[in-house]
Every structure is written in structure tokens, then in C-alpha cells.
């Protein structure tokens, strides 16, 4: 009867490394850098691919985003000389209401290279000269465009500004 014994345990041993295997989760590929350009505006087909993180969707009215407390896009820059940013933005009325002026900073790789404070609410468009030495030439950059208040939204999330476009101009 001990013979039994042990064929079974063995049997058992054996089945329990038979588990079937599964692929590893799928991860987030980023396009090719030639699949993303160096401006985006948010009526693109295309937009999510520019699209870090920290904006809302808007199936309602795709031609703009909210942003949030961190939002961060990116581009895919050929020569970092000479170049211009440039923002088509709202500071929304509700919002400013409950925060007051609001200063986006923006950065480049995580280095800031410039401010812009809304001093009212309303659409606004704002262009600076990026400094050298911000941008990576023939590569993609993470732009992030941080508020320094946000406000609450109906949904609970936190809320900074609408962006309408966003890139380099030379």
C-alpha cells in the first residue's frame, strides 16, 4: 500500500508543475519617434500617441483636454536650435474662480525652461524660444506643463487647465 502512496505524491508533485504558462503582460509601447511629431493639436486622430499622462479624456468635445496636476506630453524634436513653444490654452472660468491666477511652468526632460501665470480666466496662447540645451536633438522629449494650483472637478480629479495644442514651431 506504501507503493500506492508514493505513486500518488509523486503523481500530485509532478501535476502541480504542469500549470499552464501565460505570456507576460503586454507593456506600453511607445510609437517610433518618426510616428510622433513635434506639435500636436487635440483634434488629432493621432492624439494619444503624444499623450503621457495626466490628461483627461473628451469624447464629447475631442478638439480639447483637460489637464491635470502633472500633465506631460511628447515630441519628437530633429534639431533643438532655434526652436519656439508654443501653447493654444484655457484658463477656465470655474476653475479660476476657485484658484485664482495660475502659473504653468514648463519643462523639458524634468528641466524647467520657462512660466507663463494666467492672470484671468479666458483662451490664451502663449510662444517662448526654448533655451539651448533643453531639447535633445533627433529624439523625443517629455514636455510637461505643470500648474502650480488646481482645482477639483466634478469627477474628483484634479484640474489645471484645457489645453488646445501644444509643440515647436522654428
Avoid at 54 to 59: G, M, R, S, V
Avoid at 134 to 157: F, H, M, R, S, Y
Wanted: contains cysteine; glycine residues 6%.
Amino acid at each position: 500500500m506504501a507503493h500506492w502512496l508514493v505513486v500518488l505524491v509523486s503523481a500530485a508533485a509532478l501535476s502541480s508543475c504542469a500549470t499552464p504558462s501565460f505570456p507576460p503582460p503586454a507593456q506600453y509601447q511607445f510609437a517610433s519617434p518618426h510616428e510622433i511629431g513635434s506639435f500636436v493639436n487635440m483634434r488629432y486622430t493621432d492624439v494619444e500617441r503624444y499623450l503621457v499622462r495626466d490628461f483627461l479624456p473628451n469624447a464629447e468635445t475631442p478638439v480639447w483636454r483637460w489637464a491635470g496636476a502633472h500633465p506631460q506630453l511628447r515630441f519628437f524634436i530633429e534639431t533643438a536650435n532655434e526652436l519656439t513653444f508654443s501653447i493654444d490654452y484655457t484658463c477656465a472660468e470655474t476653475l479660476f474662480r476657485k484658484t485664482g491666477p495660475v502659473t504653468l511652468t514648463f519643462l523639458a526632460n524634468d528641466k524647467p525652461f520657462g512660466q507663463k501665470t494666467c492672470t484671468r480666466p479666458g483662451r490664451a496662447q502663449f510662444s517662448m524660444k526654448v533655451p539651448p540645451g533643453v531639447l535633445v536633438p533627433n529624439a523625443v522629449n517629455l514636455i510637461g506643463i505643470e500648474p502650480d494650483k488646481t482645482a477639483q472637478g466634478d469627477t474628483g480629479a484634479a484640474l489645471g487647465f484645457i489645453l488646445f495644442s501644444a509643440g515647436f514651431l522654428s
